[in-house]
Protein backbone atom coordinates (compact mmCIF):
# COMPACT_ATOMS: atom_id res chain seq x y z
CA UNK A 1 0.00 0.00 0.00
CA UNK A 2 1.31 3.17 -0.84
CA UNK A 3 0.89 7.07 0.25
CA UNK A 4 0.17 9.65 -2.32
CA UNK A 5 1.11 13.49 -2.22
CA UNK A 6 1.36 16.14 -4.67
CA UNK A 7 4.79 16.92 -3.83
CA UNK A 8 7.25 14.45 -2.16
CA UNK A 9 11.03 16.83 -0.93
CA UNK A 10 13.99 14.65 -0.57
CA UNK A 11 15.60 15.65 2.85
CA UNK A 12 15.86 17.53 5.26
CA UNK A 13 18.49 19.86 5.79
CA UNK A 14 19.07 23.10 4.77
CA UNK A 15 17.42 23.02 1.18
CA UNK A 16 14.57 20.37 2.15
CA UNK A 17 12.85 22.65 5.51
CA UNK A 18 13.69 25.83 3.06
CA UNK A 19 11.50 24.48 -0.01
CA UNK A 20 9.04 22.79 2.42
CA UNK A 21 8.86 26.49 3.70
CA UNK A 22 7.90 27.66 0.34
CA UNK A 23 6.01 24.83 -0.47
CA UNK A 24 3.44 25.62 2.62
CA UNK A 25 3.25 29.22 2.11
CA UNK A 26 2.70 30.06 -1.54
CA UNK A 27 1.18 26.49 -2.23
CA UNK A 28 -1.15 26.23 0.78
CA UNK A 29 -3.42 23.12 -1.16
CA UNK A 30 -0.52 21.36 -2.16
CA UNK A 31 -0.10 18.05 0.24
CA UNK A 32 3.32 17.46 0.87
CA UNK A 33 5.99 15.09 2.65
CA UNK A 34 9.61 15.58 3.56
CA UNK A 35 11.68 12.00 3.88
CA UNK A 36 14.49 12.27 5.56
CA UNK A 37 17.06 9.37 6.12
CA UNK A 38 18.74 10.30 9.15
CA UNK A 39 17.13 10.81 12.45
CA UNK A 40 16.50 14.35 12.61
CA UNK A 41 16.56 17.39 10.76
CA UNK A 42 19.56 19.55 9.80
CA UNK A 43 21.76 17.17 7.35
CA UNK A 44 25.29 18.27 7.12
CA UNK A 45 25.10 19.84 10.58
CA UNK A 46 23.18 17.42 12.24
CA UNK A 47 26.01 14.48 10.75
CA UNK A 48 29.24 16.57 10.84
CA UNK A 49 30.32 16.57 14.42
CA UNK A 50 33.73 17.05 14.28
CA UNK A 51 35.53 19.60 16.67
CA UNK A 52 34.14 23.28 15.87
CA UNK A 53 32.31 22.73 13.26
CA UNK A 54 30.41 25.68 11.72
CA UNK A 55 29.63 27.59 8.41
CA UNK A 56 32.26 29.17 6.57
CA UNK A 57 29.76 31.70 5.08
CA UNK A 58 28.36 34.19 7.08
CA UNK A 59 24.50 33.18 8.45
CA UNK A 60 22.36 36.41 6.81
CA UNK A 61 22.97 34.96 3.39
CA UNK A 62 23.29 31.39 4.47
CA UNK A 63 19.90 31.77 6.76
CA UNK A 64 16.88 32.13 4.74
CA UNK A 65 15.53 35.24 3.59
CA UNK A 66 12.18 34.91 5.30
CA UNK A 67 14.19 33.79 8.66
CA UNK A 68 16.11 36.67 10.43
CA UNK A 69 19.27 35.98 11.64
CA UNK A 70 20.45 36.86 15.07
CA UNK A 71 23.87 35.29 16.18
CA UNK A 72 27.36 35.70 15.14
CA UNK A 73 27.85 35.91 11.34
CA UNK A 74 29.55 32.04 11.62
CA UNK A 75 27.47 30.30 13.30
CA UNK A 76 28.18 26.45 15.24
CA UNK A 77 26.51 23.65 14.02
CA UNK A 78 24.33 23.61 16.92
CA UNK A 79 23.17 27.19 16.58
CA UNK A 80 22.58 26.69 12.43
CA UNK A 81 20.38 23.20 13.89
CA UNK A 82 18.82 25.74 16.44
CA UNK A 83 17.94 27.85 13.51
CA UNK A 84 16.22 25.21 11.46
CA UNK A 85 14.40 24.02 14.27
CA UNK A 86 12.72 27.52 14.82
CA UNK A 87 11.65 27.69 10.99
CA UNK A 88 10.01 23.58 11.78
CA UNK A 89 8.31 24.83 14.71
CA UNK A 90 7.13 28.40 13.66
CA UNK A 91 5.60 27.01 10.07
CA UNK A 92 4.58 23.93 11.69
CA UNK A 93 6.53 21.43 9.00
CA UNK A 94 6.85 18.64 11.71
CA UNK A 95 3.63 16.73 10.69
CA UNK A 96 5.42 16.53 7.25
CA UNK A 97 8.52 15.23 8.04
CA UNK A 98 9.14 11.63 7.67
CA UNK A 99 12.57 10.54 9.49
CA UNK A 100 14.84 7.47 8.91
CA UNK A 101 13.41 7.26 5.32
CA UNK A 102 16.03 6.33 3.48
CA UNK A 103 14.90 6.18 -0.75
CA UNK A 104 15.94 3.45 -2.66
CA UNK A 105 14.59 3.78 -5.79
CA UNK A 106 12.37 6.43 -7.61
CA UNK A 107 10.74 5.86 -11.03
CA UNK A 108 8.30 8.10 -12.68
CA UNK A 109 5.56 7.08 -15.64
CA UNK A 110 4.34 9.28 -18.34
CA UNK A 111 1.49 6.90 -18.69
CA UNK A 112 0.40 7.81 -15.07
CA UNK A 113 2.42 10.92 -14.45
CA UNK A 114 3.50 9.82 -11.41
CA UNK A 115 6.62 9.11 -9.44
CA UNK A 116 6.70 6.01 -7.41
CA UNK A 117 9.24 6.51 -4.69
CA UNK A 118 10.95 3.60 -2.47
CA UNK A 119 11.99 4.09 0.85
CA UNK A 120 12.89 2.32 3.79
CA UNK A 121 12.81 2.52 7.48
CA UNK A 122 16.11 2.88 8.65
CA UNK A 123 15.62 2.45 12.09
CA UNK A 124 12.92 -1.10 11.45
CA UNK A 125 14.08 -2.05 7.99
CA UNK A 126 10.15 -1.70 7.03
CA UNK A 127 9.63 -0.94 3.08
CA UNK A 128 7.46 2.38 2.18
CA UNK A 129 5.97 3.36 -0.88
CA UNK A 130 5.17 6.86 -1.81
CA UNK A 131 3.57 8.41 -5.08
CA UNK A 132 3.88 11.74 -5.85
CA UNK A 133 3.34 14.20 -8.76
CA UNK A 134 6.17 16.41 -8.63
CA UNK A 135 9.73 15.81 -6.78
CA UNK A 136 11.92 17.93 -5.30
CA UNK A 137 15.71 17.08 -4.43
CA UNK A 138 16.75 18.33 -1.44
CA UNK A 139 19.40 16.00 -0.37
CA UNK A 140 22.67 17.52 -1.09
CA UNK A 141 25.70 16.75 -3.32
CA UNK A 142 27.96 13.96 -1.50
CA UNK A 143 27.87 10.90 0.36
CA UNK A 144 26.82 10.99 3.87
CA UNK A 145 28.61 7.49 4.43
CA UNK A 146 31.88 8.00 4.20
CA UNK A 147 34.23 11.16 3.32
CA UNK A 148 36.95 10.87 0.52
CA UNK A 149 40.51 9.74 1.65
CA UNK A 150 43.19 9.14 -1.27
CA UNK A 151 44.45 5.94 -0.60
CA UNK A 152 48.20 6.44 -0.09
CA UNK A 153 50.52 3.56 -0.05
CA UNK A 154 51.56 2.44 3.15
CA UNK A 155 47.83 3.12 5.07
CA UNK A 156 47.93 0.07 6.88
CA UNK A 157 51.39 -0.10 7.97
CA UNK A 158 50.44 3.05 10.07
CA UNK A 159 50.27 2.20 13.98
CA UNK A 160 48.25 5.18 15.08
CA UNK A 161 44.70 6.56 14.36
CA UNK A 162 43.47 7.81 11.28
CA UNK A 163 40.05 10.06 11.33
CA UNK A 164 38.08 11.42 8.68
CA UNK A 165 36.47 14.60 10.22
CA UNK A 166 33.12 13.30 8.20
CA UNK A 167 32.68 10.09 10.57
CA UNK A 168 34.39 11.25 13.50
CA UNK A 169 34.36 8.79 16.54
CA UNK A 170 32.52 9.96 19.37
CA UNK A 171 35.08 9.18 21.56
CA UNK A 172 39.03 10.07 20.90
CA UNK A 173 41.41 11.31 23.26
CA UNK A 174 43.64 13.98 21.59
CA UNK A 175 45.13 15.14 25.00
CA UNK A 176 49.05 15.27 24.78
CA UNK A 177 48.79 14.39 21.42
CA UNK A 178 51.01 14.60 18.39
CA UNK A 179 48.32 15.33 15.44
CA UNK A 180 49.03 15.38 11.94
CA UNK A 181 46.06 16.68 10.14
CA UNK A 182 46.31 16.70 6.02
CA UNK A 183 44.16 19.14 4.10
CA UNK A 184 43.93 22.62 3.54
CA UNK A 185 40.46 23.73 3.64
CA UNK A 186 37.54 25.28 5.67
CA UNK A 187 37.58 21.47 7.83
CA UNK A 188 41.17 21.90 8.54
CA UNK A 189 40.85 25.73 9.11
CA UNK A 190 37.83 24.83 11.57
CA UNK A 191 39.11 22.10 13.48
CA UNK A 192 42.78 23.18 13.82
CA UNK A 193 41.85 25.77 16.60
CA UNK A 194 39.18 23.63 17.99
CA UNK A 195 41.40 20.87 19.10
CA UNK A 196 44.79 22.75 19.54
CA UNK A 197 44.60 23.72 23.22
CA UNK A 198 44.25 20.31 23.78
CA UNK A 199 46.74 18.67 22.07
CA UNK A 200 50.69 18.33 21.92
CA UNK A 201 51.10 19.79 18.72
CA UNK A 202 48.85 20.12 15.42
CA UNK A 203 50.87 20.32 12.13
CA UNK A 204 48.98 21.03 9.27
CA UNK A 205 50.11 18.78 5.91
CA UNK A 206 48.87 20.44 2.69
CA UNK A 207 49.76 19.70 -1.02
CA UNK A 208 48.97 23.33 -2.14
CA UNK A 209 47.73 26.47 -0.18
CA UNK A 210 44.46 27.84 -0.40
CA UNK A 211 42.69 31.58 0.56
CA UNK A 212 41.17 32.30 3.61
CA UNK A 213 39.50 35.68 4.75
CA UNK A 214 39.81 36.61 8.28
CA UNK A 215 38.09 38.84 10.36
CA UNK A 216 36.08 39.80 13.20
CA UNK A 217 33.07 37.38 13.69
CA UNK A 218 30.97 40.55 14.19
CA UNK A 219 28.84 42.67 11.65
CA UNK A 220 29.20 46.00 12.38
CA UNK A 221 26.71 47.56 10.19
CA UNK A 222 24.17 44.89 12.30
CA UNK A 223 25.44 45.82 15.43
CA UNK A 224 24.59 49.50 14.33
CA UNK A 225 21.60 48.76 13.46
CA UNK A 226 20.31 47.59 16.64
CA UNK A 227 21.87 49.65 18.23
CA UNK A 228 19.40 52.65 16.93
CA UNK A 229 16.63 50.54 16.99
CA UNK A 230 15.69 48.60 13.80
CA UNK A 231 14.00 45.79 13.73
CA UNK A 232 15.50 42.35 12.92
CA UNK A 233 13.61 41.63 9.99
CA UNK A 234 14.71 44.60 8.64
CA UNK A 235 18.28 44.11 9.87
CA UNK A 236 18.35 40.77 8.63
CA UNK A 237 17.16 42.33 4.82
CA UNK A 238 19.63 45.27 4.85
CA UNK A 239 22.45 42.99 6.20
CA UNK A 240 22.10 40.33 3.02
CA UNK A 241 21.91 42.96 0.82
CA UNK A 242 24.92 44.47 1.86
CA UNK A 243 26.87 41.38 2.12
CA UNK A 244 25.66 40.39 -1.33
CA UNK A 245 26.95 43.81 -2.79
CA UNK A 246 30.58 42.98 -1.33
CA UNK A 247 30.28 39.47 -2.59
CA UNK A 248 29.64 40.33 -6.05
CA UNK A 249 32.30 42.91 -6.09
CA UNK A 250 34.49 40.70 -4.95
CA UNK A 251 34.22 38.03 -7.47
CA UNK A 252 34.23 40.60 -9.96
CA UNK A 253 37.10 41.71 -8.75
CA UNK A 254 38.64 37.77 -9.05
CA UNK A 255 37.83 37.89 -12.93
CA UNK A 256 39.21 41.92 -13.59
CA UNK A 257 41.59 42.24 -11.10
CA UNK A 258 42.90 38.83 -9.49
CA UNK A 259 46.67 40.29 -8.45
CA UNK A 260 45.44 43.30 -6.05
CA UNK A 261 42.70 41.20 -4.97
CA UNK A 262 45.32 38.08 -4.34
CA UNK A 263 47.80 40.69 -3.00
CA UNK A 264 44.89 42.28 -0.54
CA UNK A 265 43.94 38.33 1.00
CA UNK A 266 47.56 37.71 1.60
CA UNK A 267 48.10 40.85 3.42
CA UNK A 268 44.88 40.35 6.00
CA UNK A 269 46.83 36.74 6.70
CA UNK A 270 49.95 38.55 7.29
CA UNK A 271 48.88 40.48 9.43
CA UNK A 272 47.79 37.36 11.89
CA UNK A 273 51.09 35.65 11.68
CA UNK A 274 53.79 38.88 11.10
CA UNK A 275 55.86 40.59 8.88
CA UNK A 276 59.17 37.12 9.26
CA UNK A 277 56.65 34.05 8.65
CA UNK A 278 56.92 32.46 5.05
CA UNK A 279 53.93 32.87 3.70
CA UNK A 280 54.08 30.38 1.08
CA UNK A 281 51.84 28.16 2.65
CA UNK A 282 49.27 30.39 2.14
CA UNK A 283 49.59 31.52 -1.50
CA UNK A 284 47.72 29.51 -3.79
CA UNK A 285 48.98 28.62 -7.35
CA UNK A 286 45.65 29.18 -8.53
CA UNK A 287 43.74 32.81 -8.70
CA UNK A 288 40.93 33.65 -6.53
CA UNK A 289 37.67 32.07 -6.42
CA UNK A 290 38.48 29.03 -8.36
CA UNK A 291 37.92 27.41 -5.37
CA UNK A 292 35.07 28.17 -2.49
CA UNK A 293 36.89 30.45 0.41
CA UNK A 294 36.47 30.01 3.71
CA UNK A 295 36.23 32.84 6.31
CA UNK A 296 38.29 32.16 9.52
CA UNK A 297 36.49 34.07 12.58
CA UNK A 298 38.73 36.05 14.92
CA UNK A 299 41.68 34.73 12.51
CA UNK A 300 41.75 31.49 14.95
CA UNK A 301 43.46 29.42 12.96
CA UNK A 302 46.13 32.13 12.31
CA UNK A 303 46.43 32.75 15.58
CA UNK A 304 47.10 29.35 16.59
CA UNK A 305 50.14 29.28 14.02
CA UNK A 306 51.62 32.32 15.69
CA UNK A 307 51.32 31.30 18.98
CA UNK A 308 53.35 28.04 17.87
CA UNK A 309 50.51 25.44 18.92
CA UNK A 310 50.27 25.05 15.51
CA UNK A 311 52.71 24.17 12.38
CA UNK A 312 52.26 24.26 8.73
CA UNK A 313 53.81 21.41 5.94
CA UNK A 314 53.02 22.39 2.01
CA UNK A 315 54.94 19.07 0.89
CA UNK A 316 52.99 15.65 -0.90
CA UNK A 317 52.97 12.38 0.88
CA UNK A 318 55.13 9.83 -0.50
CA UNK A 319 53.96 6.64 1.88
CA UNK A 320 53.03 6.21 5.14
CA UNK A 321 55.01 4.71 7.87
CA UNK A 322 54.67 3.21 11.37
CA UNK A 323 54.64 6.11 13.37
CA UNK A 324 53.19 9.02 10.54
CA UNK A 325 54.17 9.81 6.96
CA UNK A 326 56.85 10.08 5.01
CA UNK A 327 57.06 13.16 2.21
CA UNK A 328 58.32 13.53 -1.21
CA UNK A 329 60.66 16.02 -0.34
CA UNK A 330 62.44 13.18 2.47
CA UNK A 331 60.77 14.36 5.66
CA UNK A 332 59.08 12.44 8.01
CA UNK A 333 56.08 13.85 9.59
CA UNK A 334 55.82 11.71 13.56
CA UNK A 335 52.07 11.57 14.58
CA UNK A 336 50.27 9.72 17.82
CA UNK A 337 46.76 10.93 15.35
CA UNK A 338 46.32 11.54 11.78
CA UNK A 339 42.87 13.76 10.32
CA UNK A 340 41.78 13.28 7.16
CA UNK A 341 39.87 16.65 6.30
CA UNK A 342 40.75 15.46 2.76
CA UNK A 343 37.14 16.38 1.76
CA UNK A 344 33.91 14.27 0.35
CA UNK A 345 32.47 12.67 -2.09
CA UNK A 346 30.37 13.79 -4.57
CA UNK A 347 26.91 11.94 -4.90
CA UNK A 348 24.68 13.04 -7.91
CA UNK A 349 21.10 13.36 -6.96
CA UNK A 350 21.93 11.08 -3.49
CA UNK A 351 23.16 8.16 -5.56
CA UNK A 352 19.46 6.80 -6.14
CA UNK A 353 18.23 4.74 -8.97
CA UNK A 354 16.26 6.88 -11.25
CA UNK A 355 13.88 5.38 -14.19
CA UNK A 356 11.48 6.78 -16.46
CA UNK A 357 8.75 4.72 -18.35
CA UNK A 358 11.10 1.38 -17.01
CA UNK A 359 14.60 2.99 -18.30
CA UNK A 360 17.31 3.68 -16.44
CA UNK A 361 18.49 7.42 -16.14
CA UNK A 362 22.11 8.03 -16.34
CA UNK A 363 22.27 11.97 -15.37
CA UNK A 364 25.59 11.99 -17.44
CA UNK A 365 24.07 11.70 -20.65
CA UNK A 366 21.18 14.35 -19.48
CA UNK A 367 21.56 18.47 -20.17
CA UNK A 368 20.64 20.20 -17.49
CA UNK A 369 18.49 23.23 -17.19
CA UNK A 370 19.61 26.15 -15.15
CA UNK A 371 21.37 23.60 -13.38
CA UNK A 372 18.10 22.41 -11.63
CA UNK A 373 16.06 20.67 -14.34
CA UNK A 374 17.19 17.61 -16.77
CA UNK A 375 16.16 16.55 -20.60
CA UNK A 376 14.29 13.15 -20.05
CA UNK A 377 13.55 13.52 -16.37
CA UNK A 378 9.97 15.24 -16.11
CA UNK A 379 8.10 16.52 -12.83
CA UNK A 380 11.23 16.90 -10.92
CA UNK A 381 13.86 19.40 -10.01
CA UNK A 382 17.48 19.66 -8.07
CA UNK A 383 18.60 22.18 -5.54
CA UNK A 384 21.73 22.77 -6.31
CA UNK A 385 23.26 25.98 -4.55
CA UNK A 386 25.91 28.53 -5.20
CA UNK A 387 29.63 27.46 -4.85
CA UNK A 388 30.65 31.61 -4.59
CA UNK A 389 27.68 32.38 -2.50
CA UNK A 390 25.31 31.21 0.10
CA UNK A 391 23.99 27.77 -1.19
CA UNK A 392 20.56 28.81 0.66
CA UNK A 393 20.28 31.64 -1.69
CA UNK A 394 19.42 29.33 -4.23
CA UNK A 395 16.75 27.64 -1.92
CA UNK A 396 14.73 30.79 -2.20
CA UNK A 397 14.97 31.48 -5.54
CA UNK A 398 14.22 28.16 -6.34
CA UNK A 399 11.47 27.59 -3.29
CA UNK A 400 9.60 30.76 -5.53
CA UNK A 401 10.09 28.94 -9.03
CA UNK A 402 8.79 25.34 -8.28
CA UNK A 403 6.07 27.05 -6.72
CA UNK A 404 5.35 28.97 -9.46
CA UNK A 405 5.67 26.38 -11.90
CA UNK A 406 3.13 24.31 -9.59
CA UNK A 407 0.52 26.93 -10.08
CA UNK A 408 1.35 27.27 -14.06
CA UNK A 409 0.84 23.36 -14.35
CA UNK A 410 -2.52 24.14 -12.26
CA UNK A 411 -3.63 26.71 -14.28
CA UNK A 412 -3.25 24.92 -17.71
CA UNK A 413 -4.35 21.68 -16.53
CA UNK A 414 -1.02 19.90 -17.12
CA UNK A 415 0.01 16.84 -14.92
CA UNK A 416 3.76 16.63 -16.34
CA UNK A 417 6.54 19.12 -17.23
CA UNK A 418 9.87 18.65 -18.63
CA UNK A 419 12.48 20.26 -20.10
CA UNK A 420 13.64 20.11 -24.22
CA UNK A 421 16.45 21.71 -26.04
CA UNK A 422 14.53 23.99 -28.62
CA UNK A 423 15.59 23.08 -32.55
CA UNK A 424 17.10 26.63 -32.60
CA UNK A 425 19.64 25.22 -29.51
CA UNK A 426 19.96 21.50 -30.71
CA UNK A 427 23.42 22.58 -32.61
CA UNK A 428 25.02 23.76 -29.22
CA UNK A 429 27.80 22.83 -27.97
CA UNK A 430 27.99 20.18 -25.00
CA UNK A 431 30.07 20.46 -22.49
CA UNK A 432 30.89 19.57 -18.98
CA UNK A 433 28.51 20.25 -15.71
CA UNK A 434 30.92 23.55 -15.19
CA UNK A 435 33.75 25.01 -16.33
CA UNK A 436 36.62 24.05 -14.03
CA UNK A 437 38.66 27.22 -15.56
CA UNK A 438 36.35 29.05 -13.43
CA UNK A 439 36.11 27.01 -10.10
CA UNK A 440 37.94 23.50 -9.85
CA UNK A 441 37.51 21.73 -6.18
CA UNK A 442 38.53 18.34 -6.15
CA UNK A 443 35.28 16.93 -5.48
CA UNK A 444 33.71 17.94 -8.25
CA UNK A 445 36.64 16.89 -10.56
CA UNK A 446 36.91 13.62 -9.11
CA UNK A 447 33.23 13.04 -10.80
CA UNK A 448 33.17 15.51 -12.87
CA UNK A 449 31.93 12.39 -15.54
CA UNK A 450 28.71 11.34 -13.36
CA UNK A 451 27.34 14.89 -13.61
CA UNK A 452 24.96 15.89 -15.74
CA UNK A 453 25.81 18.28 -18.91
CA UNK A 454 25.60 21.66 -19.38
CA UNK A 455 25.25 23.52 -23.17
CA UNK A 456 26.81 26.78 -24.37
CA UNK A 457 23.91 28.66 -23.65
CA UNK A 458 23.65 29.93 -20.39
CA UNK A 459 19.63 28.56 -20.26
CA UNK A 460 21.15 25.22 -20.36
CA UNK A 461 23.96 25.43 -16.88
CA UNK A 462 24.16 26.35 -13.51
CA UNK A 463 26.20 29.42 -14.29
CA UNK A 464 26.92 29.56 -10.43
CA UNK A 465 25.94 33.31 -10.58
CA UNK A 466 23.63 34.47 -7.79
CA UNK A 467 23.29 38.22 -8.89
CA UNK A 468 22.23 37.23 -12.51
CA UNK A 469 19.97 34.44 -11.51
CA UNK A 470 17.92 36.51 -8.65
CA UNK A 471 16.63 39.00 -11.68
CA UNK A 472 16.43 35.77 -14.50
CA UNK A 473 14.71 33.08 -12.48
CA UNK A 474 11.52 35.15 -11.58
CA UNK A 475 11.41 36.18 -14.83
CA UNK A 476 11.48 32.90 -16.61
CA UNK A 477 9.13 32.61 -19.18
CA UNK A 478 7.08 29.26 -18.55
CA UNK A 479 5.22 29.25 -21.97
CA UNK A 480 8.88 29.35 -23.63
CA UNK A 481 9.65 26.34 -25.76
CA UNK A 482 12.35 25.14 -23.37
CA UNK A 483 9.15 23.77 -21.12
CA UNK A 484 7.05 20.50 -22.50
CA UNK A 485 3.85 19.93 -20.97
CA UNK A 486 1.05 17.12 -21.30
Known sequence: MSEHFDVLIVGAGISGIGSAYH?????????FVVLEALESFGG????????????????YTFGYRFKPWIGPPIATAAEILDYVGDVIAESDLAPHIRYHHKITSASFSRETNLWTVESQRTD?????????????MCQGY???AQGYTPDWPGMADYKGKIVHPQTWPKTIDLKDKNVLVIGSGATTATVVPAIASECKHVTVLQRSPTYFIPGRNINELVEMLRTIGVDEMTIHDIARKKILYDQDQFTKRSFEEPEPLRQELLASVRMFLGPDYDMTHFTPRYRPWRQRIAFVPDGDLFQGIAAGKATMVTDEIDRFTETGVLLKSGDELKADVIITATGFNLSVLGGIPFNVDGKPVDFANTVTYRGMMFTGVPNMVWVFGYFRASW???????????CRLLKHMDGNGARRVEVVIPDGDKTMEILPWIDPENFNPGYLMRRM?????????????HTQD???????????DLGEPEFRYD
Open 449 to 461: QLLPKRGAKYEWQ
Open 44 to 59: TWLMHTYPGVRSDSDL
Open 142 to 144: YEH
Open 124 to 136: TGELRLFTCTFLW
Open 23 to 31: LKQQCPDKS
Open 466 to 476: YWREKDELPAI
Open 392 to 402: TLRVDLLGDFV
